[in-house]
């Protein structure tokens, strides 16, 4: 039986009823997805589709903890509420295009807007906590997406061209009411008469989003909590205030909407729907709305910084992979010039250049080369490092990896046994034969990443 939460006439959870089952995501390419549902059941989890999407499964069996799964260590899923699967869904961004996720942490959102986007995307995270801003970028690391670039802004405006993004997404900070079912204290945390804050920061936030969307994009506003203050009213309120129209909802396929008193939004009904309270609506901006950033590159100093893309020979004091493209000393790598990298698959990462900032190698996506000269510091996907004029890759960049043994060069540690991947993960070496000193990582033909070789015998490290 689903789980359920009734609730008041304020819309506060007054009760809950029985454990639902999970829902994930996988998270790798078409073709390795067979790979992976073979590699949960090997390990005896057994799972349905979602009717929404996919890419999304929901656990019909799990023998243990589904986050200390094989497929979960190594990145090939993403545990996810499915209510929190809905606003990438309902914000619904074609291939290739350019979306801006404004309060990113952990990242779940984050990465199913990245596979929806595809590899000719571009997902811009940011959150502006620095803790949550770590987590995001390792969760994302893990998951093997390049194309996000992430940052940890608190004013977006001031760092990015106005009317820069065709769809942004805006889950923020908020009461969480509708998480009440795992995590009760938010309800004696978040009481009615202390959310005013939180009003505050959401409909200032809704005011950069109008301001960073172009003309005729999609802002889709969504929470997880069931406040109508925090959420039909801030809509009303931003429908009133900015250039935004309602874009009415259609619940995706097998999600049950609740009774709302706005037209045209959802309101996710947890007693059928089984996920957690969520609430979203799609606005959309008008054909003549303008970007409330300007055009011309923000001033330091009182001079205009300069407005370039990332080339070498640039100085600066950034940490290596956080980037203002005008401002840091980094150089383009060339894998064909570098041993250990000739016969990887860089291509594989998309639209974007390798670039070396010191001895680490970090992807940055193409995308990023027009926010040059406004202040933004971003962090791109970490490859690896160069010790010893060797390229090194990160043991987590399995999107570096082709079929294994196609080359000589490539050949790979296959294993079949998922006992023997266990043994490897809880830092017991396996045996290796004669590889090289990096190689892939396989199960059966799908990539995990890269191992260490000492003797003959493979090591599993996180540690570059």
Request: hydrophobic share 35%; charged share 20%.
């Amino acid at each position: 039986m689903p789980a359920s939460a009734t609730f008041d006439t304020s819309g506060r959870p007054a009760g809950r009823t029985a454990t639902r089952r999970r829902s994930f995501r996988l998270v790798c390419r078409e073709r390795e997805i067979g790979l992976v549902e073979d590699l949960l059941a090997s390990q005896g989890f057994r799972f349905e589709p979602e009717p929404f999407s996919p890419l999304c499964r929901r656990l019909v069996a799990e023998p243990f903890p589904l986050g200390a799964s094989l497929a979960a260590v190594f990145g090939l899923i993403y545990i996810q509420d499915r209510s929190s699967m809905l606003p990438p869904l309902c914000l619904a961004p074609p291939p290739g295009a350019e979306v801006l996720d404004m309060c990113a942490s952990p990242g779940g959102k984050t990465g199913f807007l990245a596979q929806l986007v595809g590899p000719e995307g571009f997902v811009l995270g940011n959150d502006p906590s620095p803790d949550r801003l770590t987590t995001l970028r390792r969760n994302l690391l893990r998951l093997n997406l390049p194309g996000v670039a992430t940052c940890g802004e608190t004013d977006l405006a001031s760092v990015l061209p106005g009317g820069s993004f065709s769809h942004i997404l805006l889950d923020p900070p908020c009461s969480g009411w509708g998480t009440a079912e795992k995590n009760p204290r938010v309800l004696s945390l978040w009481r009615e008469g202390k959310v005013e804050p939180l009003l505050v920061l959401q409909r200032r936030l809704l005011g950069t989003a109008a301001g960073l969307l172009a003309p005729g994009g999609r802002l889709l506003y969504s929470t997880c909590t069931t406040n109508p203050a925090e959420n039909e009213d801030q809509v009303r309120l931003a429908l009133d205030s900015l250039p935004l129209t309602l874009v009415p909802l259609t619940p995706p396929p097998g999600t049950a909407a609740a009774p709302t008193s706005l037209s045209g939004v959802l309101r996710v009904d947890t007693s059928e729907h089984g996920g957690q309270g969520f609430f979203l609506a799609c606005l959309e901006a008008s054909p003549e709305a303008g970007g409330g950033a300007p055009d011309e590159p923000v001033r330091e100093n009182g001079r205009p910084a300069a407005a370039v893309a990332p080339g070498p020979g640039r100085s600066g004091r950034a940490r290596p992979g956080r980037t203002r493209p005008d401002r840091e000393d980094f150089e383009t790598f060339v894998p064909g010039a570098c041993p250990g990298a000739r016969n990887l698959s860089f291509d594989a990462l998309g639209p974007g250049r390798a670039c070396r900032f010191g001895d680490r190698v970090y992807f940055i996506p193409r995308a990023t080369e027009k926010y040059a000269g406004r202040g933004l510091r971003f962090k791109g996907f970490a490859l690896g490092m160069v010790k010893g004029g060797e390229f090194r890759p990160n043991p987590r960049a399995r999107l570096l990896l082709g079929p294994p043994g196609a080359t000589a060069d490539t050949a790979g540690l296959v294993l079949e046994d998922p006992a023997v991947l266990a043994d490897l993960l809880a830092g017991r070496s396996v045996s290796a034969g004669a590889l090289p000193k990096s190689p892939g990582l396989y199960y059966k033909d799908l990539p995990l990443g890269f191992v260490t070789i000492k003797g003959r015998r493979a090591l599993w490290s996180d540690r570059t």
